[in-house]
């Protein structure tokens, strides 16, 4: 985790610092049981292949909170989350690669606070866009 | 071909009725799971000295860690005629911080259902408005959420 973020440093356009994930099988296991979510798509390849899927795919759940990791990252202890959004569009399967990115697209203060809104996403080893997603946070200012 | 519509009127009794409540504790050993199983180290969601010194005063839950807290039994099911599932997605909105320790009591609504063709063939999009109220009676958060239903 890096020092805290202060609202008069972004800018439009600044992107997040890229977060980087390595979801393994073992992974999808630990967090089926963190959440209680044991749909059997997630650790059964029988019966992902027998539901059309391709191999045993990442929770959309575990995608969102990839983004949320990406997100209360840069926004520091600090910062405070309002907004969180992801749909899944493209499936993610262990054992590859996922990049949490992230672009700021509106800076504005509304009711005392000063709100920053991104575009956030996950993108897989081919640059596609898997998990589209938006985050409104708002940050603290250097005057304290 | 035409595709039989899937959505029945008993499917469409069920938008706008809440389910049950059910009540959960907010327990710190659930939250370091959770932090661990998503591979997330920040210190509020996993370091309970570090969390009370920060200006949260306690441990914290990572933003989606709401999603292990359930509701209570539906009242009107949405009974697709599809076998398959799957998560389209979730929107989330906060309000106050969930702490090791608050109890956070879950009811879930279906707010839209609809359905199209798509790359699974045809698709039902259920939509549903969960809310997570905590101890003191106020919001903590709200999730609205999709599951698409399909057969395989």
Redesign the interface.
């Known amino acids: ?1 890096s020092q805290q973020i202060y609202y008069e440093y972004v800018r439009e356009g600044m992107e997040l610092p890229v977060l980087v ?1 390595n979801p393994t099988t073992q ?1 999808l296991v ?2 089926a ?5 044991y ?1 059997q798509i997630h650790y059964d390849q029988e019966f992902a292949r ?3 899927l391709p191999n045993v795919i990442l ?4 995608k ?3 983004l ?2 990406l ?3 840069w926004i520091g ?2 910062g ?9 569009r493209g499936m993610d399967v262990p054992g590859t690669p996922i990049y949490a990115k992230g672009v700021v697209t509106k800076t504005y203060d509304e009711a005392g606070e000063h709100v920053v809104e991104c575009d956030i996403w996950l993108e897989n080893q081919k640059g596609e866009k898997t998990t589209p997603g938006t985050a409104v946070v708002s940050l603290p200012s250097r005057e304290g | 071909m035409t595709q039989e519509p899937a959505i029945t009127q008993e499917m469409l009794g069920a938008v706008g009725v809440e389910s049950e409540p059910a009540t959960h504790l907010v327990e710190a050993g ?1 939250i370091l ?2 932090a ?9 969601f996993n370091d309970e000295k570090a969390a009370r010194k ?2 949260y005063g306690s441990l914290i839950a ?3 860690f709401l ?2 807290m ?1 509701p209570g039994p539906m009242k009107a099911q949405v009974r697709s005629p599809y076998s ?11 309000f106050e911080p969930v702490r090791s320790g608050d109890r956070i009591t879950v009811t879930v609504k279906v707010v839209g259902i609809s359905e199209r063709q798509g790359r ?1 063939g045809n698709m039902v999009f259920t939509t549903r408005e969960t809310r997570y109220v905590n101890q003191s009676g106020n919001v903590a958060a709200t999730q609205l959420s999709t599951s698409i239903s399909y057969q ?1």
């Open positions: 985790m994930k992974q630990r967090y049981g963190a959440s209680g979510d749909y027998a539901n059309g929770h959309g759940a575990l969102n909170a990839f949320g990791h997100i209360t990252d202890e600090r405070t989350l309002k907004k969180l959004s992801a749909q899944y | 659930a799971k959770f661990v199983a998503i591979g997330d180290p920040n210190p509020v920060s200006r990572p933003p989606t999603r292990s359930g398959a599932n799957l998560d389209g997605g979730s929107e989330w909105e906060y699974l395989p």
